[in-house]
């Protein structure tokens, strides 16, 4: 703009200054090597004012010229990063409906000009896993990994995959790879978790559940459901490998407070049981009893096989004098009765346990007492109320 005005005002000056100088131009000599040039003022004037104008003229040319390149440039681009754009964007829509075939293809397309090339790989490696093709999902996960610009993303999605296709320990592999870096990650300590209960590595879990707990990754409900699990698989655990005697050492070494709680309590008789150490399994419950006289302990008596029952029976009768009404004593007493043969005696809290609440099994188990009492008549008609009570209600 400055050149164009600049211009201009020589024009006008010339047009002013030219009549005055007609008549009385003056001369101007220009001598170079063997060639001289002879002109007036105002003719050198003119040549200098119109060499001036074309520079500017030239210079305006080749700036439009390059801004027209660059415009072209800008256009191809823009062009290409929409094409990767819409491929992109329709390749993860074809990845929630669970077209792996074409949204894999898509996104691959889309990663030329895409603005974020990593994330069309991870979605090919996700495509491929769902076509069951590992092999180009590792090949579409080291190219995400050759970017570099987020190890964690890259990383964490390999892991996910690998857990999702059942590749539990190239997870776990995976997942220590970034946990030194990303201690407090909570997704992947949630996959660390997920990984540890289908490895069932019980004592990995345990160690895990106070980081889980302090990122709040689970709820303290939560945690104590995984911690009652862990307990009780690596109990199975060590009563497979140890016996009833390691099983025994195992829990006397665990904390006070772990030894109250119910759950594990009935992991431990159960696996007792399965051990053939009933008699050991009766202690525990009878010492647990004493304390906290619960209905899943109370549950748990007649399971065991033990050469005599009537210490078991007194027990069982101490406790109906502090709950007469708790169906699950009368029916853990009339299985007890049951066994010893004394079939009135097995009727009577049969009966109470019906009275207080219905239930299938103890159905079954008075109409078995009614047939040793030969009472078949009122043997078949209890079996239809239990048919009854067995067969779904319809509204």
Known sequence: MIKILLLVIALIAGLIVGPDLAGQQGYVLISAANQTIEMSVTTLIILVVLAFASLFLLEFIIRKLFSLSSSTRGWFSGRKSKKARKL?????LKLLEGDWKQAEKLVVKGVTGSDAPLLNYLAAAEAAQGRG?????????????????????????RAKLQYRQGQYEEALASIQGLLDANPRNTVLLNLLKDTYLKLQDWQA???????????KAV???????????????LMAHIATQKGSDGL???WNSLSRNARQQTPLIACLVKQLIGRHADSEAYIILRENL????????????????LPDYHPAIVKLEDLLRYNENNPVTHSALGQLYFREGKWPEAR?????ALEIRP???????????LEKLNESGAANSLSREALKLALPHKE
């Open 248 to 250: 025994l050492a195992h």
């Open 88 to 92: 992109t964007n329709d390749g993860m």
């Open 133 to 157: 093709d590992v092999e180009n999902r590792d090949r579409y996960l080291q190219q995400a990994a050759d970017f570099g610009t987020d190890s964690l993303a890259t990383s964490l999605t």
């Open 348 to 352: 009577r809290h049969f009966e109470k």
């Open 219 to 233: 709820s303290d409900e939560e945690a104590a459901k995984l911690e009652q699990k862990a307990e009780c698989g």
């Open 290 to 305: 004493k304390k906290h006289p619960d209905e899943t302990l109370i549950a748990m008596v007649p399971e065991l096989n």
């Open 359 to 369: 239930d299938v099994t103890d159905y079954a188990w008075l109409v078995d007492t």
């Open 205 to 215: 879990l345990l160690r895990l559940l106070p980081s889980l707990k302090r990122v």
